[in-house]
């Protein structure tokens, strides 16, 4: 079985495939003095890239965890999700409340997906 990496660095990959599957780190926004919307749609556009790379996009994705320090954000990150999600293409999806490693971190979203493309 060969297994790819992509933007592997000596501590994580953003993203590995194996057998199909497609395997995301947890993305953290980049535009930390946003508010959680804006975080967590930064968020979503990574996901994108790190899919789209690995040959994959958002239509099939398996499941997804979102992390959220504060669940008093948990609307506005809703509001971000819902508009972003492929409609009849929902993947199984956990929301948990979870002291994230930088404080202006207002989200964290992990997924795994299938591989469409090589």
Not at 7 to 18: D, H, Y
Not at 70 to 84: E, F, H, L, R, T
Request: hydrophobic content about 45%; charged content about 20%.
């Amino acid at each position: 079985m060969t297994i790819q990496y992509f933007g592997q660095t000596p501590r994580l990959s953003e993203a590995t495939v194996a057998n199909g599957f497609v395997f995301l780190a947890g993305m953290v926004p980049e535009n930390t003095e946003a508010d959680a919307a804006e975080q967590t749609r930064n968020v979503l556009e990574q996901i994108d890239h790190w899919l789209a790379r690995c040959g994959s996009d958002k239509s099939y994705i398996l499941e997804a965890t979102i992390f959220l320090p504060d669940m008093a954000d948990y609307d506005a990150v809703n509001i971000a999700w819902d508009a972003w999600v492929t409609p009849h293409h929902t993947p199984a999806r956990a929301c948990v409340e979870a002291k994230l490693a930088k404080p202006e971190w207002k989200v964290e979203i992990k997924v795994s997906a299938l591989q469409i493309h090589k």
